[in-house]
């Protein structure tokens, strides 16, 4: 097969790949349940929830241009899907009081390991990958944060 | 000397009001920032049966011991006593705990029905008496 054949074959699979919808979650800016908006908390904090973690943990994730082109879209939209499911901080205030505190023990556990933000996340958000005082502050916040459930 | 019978007398009144814990089964920890949580003989059962051998302080597992130890969980804090309480809930009724590859290895760690819905509604009732 000659090389300009198979150019022309992948560019038809880019363009039809194009056609099949990726399930990627619609962003939603009117949260009224949105832990941000209903709690106090730290502007640090606040910068480093929304920069490594309301991506994919909240109705309003920053779609990069590459969002939108597959087949990487898919992977971005499976992540967004994954995320919100498993927790969705536009919905924090829905939350019964254990959930809440299962979730900030779970966010403490998984910033210590560094099992999020995920390490693939990183590749194009640099700015989202934590340093080890920030990891500390995160962890402490979530732990006050729950004492404050007690209140 | 009625006098001298007041302060023997309120010593034992006193004494009548200290929780004493003499079943030596059902675990209990108080202290201020942890106000009780029960683990009552059923539920202890089970844990010893179907839980312990990973989440123990001693445990080979490191993420299991890191992530629950049952030997420290009375000695939390409130807080999380309740994210600890409500994720047991949580694996259990999803069956994703036991893990499958100790139940396929081990059968009979597997969780009955019955055993899952005493696990669940103690550690669902447990967690939200901490917030009253």
Same mark, same amino acid.
């Given at each position: 097969m000659k090389a300009k054949t198979l150019l022309w074959i992948i560019i038809i699979i880019f363009v039809v790949i194009? =056609? &099949? @919808?990726?399930g990627r979650p619609e962003v939603v800016k009117?949260? !009224?349940?949105d832990l941000l908006a209903n709690n106090a908390v730290p502007e640090d904090v606040a910068g480093m929830l929304k920069t490594s973690? /309301?991506?994919? +943990?909240?109705?309003?994730p920053v779609y !990069?241009? /590459?969002? /939108?082109?597959?087949p990487v879209s898919w992977l971005v939209s499976r992540d967004v899907r994954e995320g919100k499911k498993e927790l969705n901080f536009s919905e924090w205030?829905?939350?019964k009081k254990i959930k809440k505190a299962e979730y900030l023990d779970s966010m403490s556990e998984e910033i210590d390991d560094e099992?999020? @933000?995920? !390490? &693939? /996340? =990183?590749?194009? +958000?640099?700015?989202?990958k934590l340093t080890p005082e920030q990891r500390g502050r995160l962890i402490g916040w979530t732990e006050d944060f729950a004492d404050s459930l007690f209140e | 000397m009625k006098k001298y019978l007041i302060i023997p007398l309120a010593l034992f009144a006193a004494i009548l009001f200290l929780n004493f814990n003499?079943?030596?089964?059902?675990q209990t920890y108080t202290s201020v920032t942890s106000p009780g949580l029960t683990i009552p003989d059923d539920v202890q059962k089970i844990i010893d049966n179907h839980c312990y051998d990973c989440h123990?302080?001693?445990?080979?597992s490191e993420k299991g011991k890191k992530k629950l130890d049952f030997d420290k969980l009375l000695k939390l804090k409130k807080s999380k006593q309740a994210g600890k309480l409500s994720k047991i809930a949580d694996v259990v009724k999803e069956d994703e705990m036991p893990p499958a590859k100790i139940i396929e290895k081990y059968p009979e760690m597997a969780l009955s029905a019955e055993q899952k819905t005493t696990i669940t509604k103690w550690a669902e009732d447990a967690a939200n008496s901490l917030f009253n």
């Open positions: 194009q =056609f &099949i @919808p990726s009117d949260n !009224p349940q973690c /309301y991506d994919c +943990h909240s109705n309003e !990069p241009w /590459y969002a /939108y082109v597959a205030e829905g939350l099992d999020m @933000p995920m !390490p &693939i /996340y =990183f590749l194009m +958000h640099r700015d989202a | 003499t079943t030596g089964k059902v123990n302080a001693n445990s080979e």
